[in-house]
């Protein structure tokens, strides 16, 4: 079965920094997507970044951008120049391509823009 | 463009009542999901569904049953509440179709469950 790993519950940054959240998973599989995800205060989740495994190329979606690592099955994600409004819990999910298309969610990470 | 609408968004049951939340999304996705939220556990699933007429169970699914009668509409059921189900409840949807959307989860805005 697959698992997904989060290993920081909490973390702070200071507005304008940058920040990576680490996202580890365990998977058999060779073909699946990953995604970051992301819920603010309002509670409502919000996607914030896709990644196909087949694809070498790292996603990118303006300030957020990830580091997939295949072979280390590794999927952080970076956020640039740090804004207030990314104050939020982040979730690092997984889907298997084909099969049963269930998504596994990590515990999340609780990050805290610092003015 | 509704996306995901969840109803209700709050409610208070006492131990042994039963409840059901609906979930209807108008994008006409294939796949629809439940999931409940508690802290330090992140989401998981209740029960899924890969099409109109056919429900399946995900890693928490005593206690719950799920239909889906419609395709834009899956229904979570509580048929004797329990403490343990407090918790925030999300719905989700998602299709297969759409480039770079496709497999993108959909969400509602969650329902607050309190069972006392």
């Known amino acids: 079965a697959q698992t997904v790993t989060q290993s920081q519950p909490e973390m702070s940054v200071q507005e304008a920094e940058t920040v990576t959240l680490s996202c580890t998973y365990d998977?058999?599989?060779?073909?699946?997507?990953l995604f970051w995800y992301k819920q603010p205060p309002s509670r409502q989740m919000i996607l914030v970044i896709r990644?196909?495994?087949?694809?070498?190329q790292n996603a990118t979606e303006n300030r957020f951008s990830v580091n997939f690592q295949k072979a280390a099955k590794s999927f952080s994600l970076k956020i640039s120049d740090s804004q207030l409004g990314d104050t939020a819990m982040y979730f690092c999910?997984?889907?298997?391509?084909?099969?049963?298309?269930?998504?596994?969610f990590g515990t999340g990470t609780r990050l805290k823009v610092l003015a | 463009n509704a996306g995901v609408t969840q109803t209700p968004k709050f409610r208070v049951l006492k131990t042994g009542q039963s409840m059901t939340l609906l979930c209807a999304q108008d994008?006409?996705?294939?796949?629809m999901y439940w999931y409940r939220q508690d802290p330090g556990m992140g989401l998981r699933l209740i029960h899924y569904?890969?099409?109109?007429?056919?429900?399946a169970k995900g890693e928490v699914p005593d206690g719950y049953n799920v239909s889906r009668l419609k395709k834009q509409n899956f229904l979570l059921g509580l048929e004797s509440a329990a403490p343990s189900q407090t918790s925030v409840y999300f719905c989700?949807?998602?299709?297969?179709?759409?480039?770079?959307?496709?497999?993108?989860?959909?969400f509602g805005a969650g329902s607050r469950l309190t069972v006392l």
């Open positions: 998977t058999s599989e060779n073909n699946y997507y």
């Open positions: 990644q196909e495994a087949y694809k070498q």
């Open positions: 994008m006409n996705h294939e796949y």
């Open positions: 989700a949807s998602s299709s297969q179709r759409g480039g770079s959307g496709a497999n993108v989860l959909t």
């Open positions: 999910a997984f889907m298997k391509h084909g099969g049963t298309y269930k998504y596994i």
């Open positions: 569904s890969v099409g109109e007429g056919t429900t």
